[in-house]
């Protein structure tokens, strides 16, 4: 403190910088305090996904050959198909392009997806159309006459 | 009494009343200055004051059908079909704002191509050009998050691709599908969100940017377009010359969307139902027709990499490209045309036609 001017001169620009800095970086928290509790409310919690490990669809009798039944696996979609010769097969019928839902067609003994006409055969094999993967199979056990679909063990 | 100001009071106790506090005479002084340029193009400028049109006849059915719509899975469907069936004139507003949306999209579309065909672009209007083509792609949310609103068939399935797409994209598309859902799959947590959109956080970020827009247009003025042959006819006035024909053309509109709604009332279609097939012959609204064929064309996988992913990608660097045209064309040859960006817009406007057409008539 020996010479009251310039000592004076480098208080004010320190504390000019002291502030700029300081009130920046409250800003910066400022924004972050509020955009970042708003940007995790945008974004759902998980949910617990109901995963039944095996769901009766019904009395074999009651499918028909060459026919096409939408029923529900846990919350998804499943489809099971039973073929011109008795034999059933099922997926999930959760288009793997961009998620429609499929149904089987008996005139072109495909199951088909009507959103952007991709095609699959009775195995599950994307043959045709932009979907890139297979559907995703389940097993299909008949017990007592009813029919049991259950999630494929991993 | 008011206190006598100047030696020029205005006529009119009304009038002089808003005068004195307001300074009124400034606003009108503005507006006998500002004019519309008259040459064989200035039709086209009639097609932005269309889509304003269209958008305030947007903001006041939607506000009627807020009145009665109720959201919900359970509620969603009914609620609209109360509003077509048993309130006086629910088919009406409901069948108008439907038209009205895709004329606006439409008015908006012929917009922006004579604004590029006209080059009205260029310099200083470069950011009047981008704030408009926000606005088209704002319009275009607004449609695709309206269109789930009534929770059919049809519309569910509409969100459950629209929405996949988004999840497509590598990094955020996890985020973004759970952003855009609100669950994992399309649910009455979506439809909660989609109004939100619909009604609130869209009509918001839509207003601003269309004051934006406006303002940029009243501020620097309409753009003449640089023609080879200068227009020797002096311009036209805006108040009440152009006004009035733009007054005329908006009620013209107004009757074709009457005609419409009263002669093709939009469908409400069957009740969403998240376990039955997608129904065959599903298609978008038909400025979604040309993204949709291309979802369709694309095969699962081009070298390797998804062929839905290279669609989405490809569609995004697109518009990016689109929106910062202003930057590629920049220096004006004198009272001419580029013949490349000309060659641009054609190919462009052709593309975006032929697919839309080849989505129209793909079964």
Known sequence: MNDPTSSLENDKITRRHFLD???????????????????????????????????????????????????????KPGILVRSKDGEFHAFLAVCTHLGCTVQYRPDLGVIWCACHSGRFDLNGINIAGPPPRPLTPLDVNIRDGQVFVSREEA | MAERTTSKAPPGGLKRWFEERYGLSKVREWASHKTVPVHRGSVWYY?????????IVQVVTGVLLLLYYRVGVESSYESVRFIITKVPFGWLIRSIHSWGANLMILAAMIHMFSVFFERAYVKPRELTWVSGFLLLLLAMGFGFSGYLLPWNKLSYFATKVGTDIAGVLPWAGGFLLRFLRGSEDVTGAT???FFGFHAAILPAIFTVILTVHLLFVQVQGMSQPHLKKPSTKPPMPFFPNFVLRDLLLWLMVL???????????????DKADPFASAPAGIKPEWYFLGAFAVLRLLPAHILGIAGDLLGVIGIG???????????????????????????????????????????WRAS
């Open chain 2, 191 to 193: 439809l909660s969100r």
């Open chain 2, 47 to 55: 097609f932005g004051g269309v889509s304003l049109f269209l958008f």
């Open chain 2, 255 to 269: 009757n074709l969307l009457a005609l419409l709604a009263v002669f093709f009332p939009w469908e409400l279609g």
């Open chain 1, 21 to 75: 800095a300081a009130i920046g970086l409250g800003g910066v928290a400022l924004v972050a305090s509020v955009a970042y509790p708003i940007a995790k409310y945008l974004v759902p919690p998980p949910q617990a996904e109901a995963s039944p490990a095996s769901v009766n669809v019904g009395k074999v009798d009651d499918f028909q050959p060459d026919t096409g039944t939408i029923f529900k696996m846990g919350n």
């Open chain 2, 317 to 359: 660097l697109g518009l990016v490209f689109w929106a910062l045209f202003p930057w590629w064309d920049r220096h004006a040859p004198e009272g001419g045309r580029k013949a490349w960006a000309v060659a641009i817009g054609v190919i462009v406007l052709l593309s975006f036609s032929l697919l839309t057409y080849w989505g």
